[in-house]
């Protein structure tokens, strides 16, 4: 077993998937899902002071995460600021999950990766892949096509969708 790992086994572990979620896709649902096949509890951190101009709250992105995973004991969401691993340590968590869809996603994904891992040694970056059905699939993506009176019911959760529907109104 490595000695680097401050936890030597990943039973019984809180992994934390952070992001902008504005808003949350079926891409992010779909990755969410296999965490909480893999890890006990998965906190859906919501970052705080990240764009100047997001669509949604921060306190209405957390409550359509929270939605729609009302029946999952094992998905908490929240919001986070500061550094990413200063908010882990705070939850005791040891596992970041982060999404790749195509190549271009993993330059900035691999620098942030060993980023952190030089902050905090003992927390691993765990990269997933989403479904292939939504490898095209992004907020920036849906919120483009909703502003235009696009069609989002194939990108986003129905709860969301009308939210969005409600924002473009
Ligand atoms: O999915 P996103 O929107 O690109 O999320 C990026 C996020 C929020 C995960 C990243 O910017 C982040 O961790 N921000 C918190 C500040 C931090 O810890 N930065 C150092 C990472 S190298």
């Not at 992010?28 to 096949?37: K, N």
């Amino acid at each position: 077993m490595s000695h680097h790992l401050i936890n030597d086994s990943y039973h019984n572990t809180i992994a934390v998937f952070p992001g902008s979620f504005d808003p949350v896709t079926v891409g992010h649902i779909d990755l969410i899902e296999r965490s909480t096949a893999v890890f006990d509890e998965v906190i859906v951190a919501v970052a705080c002071n990240q764009e100047k101009t997001p669509l949604f709250t921060v306190k209405e992105r957390i409550e359509m995460i929270k939605d729609i995973f009302s029946e999952n004991q094992r998905v908490k969401a929240e919001t986070f600021g500061g550094l990413l691993i200063d908010y882990l340590v705070k939850r005791d968590a040891h596992v970041i999950i982060r999404g790749l869809r195509a190549v271009s996603d993993f330059e900035y994904e691999f620098q942030m990766a060993l980023m952190n891992r030089k902050l905090a040694p003992g927390i691993e970056t765990f990269f997933m892949t989403s479904s292939a059905l939504y490898t095209y699939v992004s907020s920036r993506i849906v919120k483009e096509l909703a502003s235009l009176g696009g069609d989002v019911s194939d990108l986003v959760h129905p709860l969301v969708e009308e939210k969005i529907k409600a924002k473009y109104a």
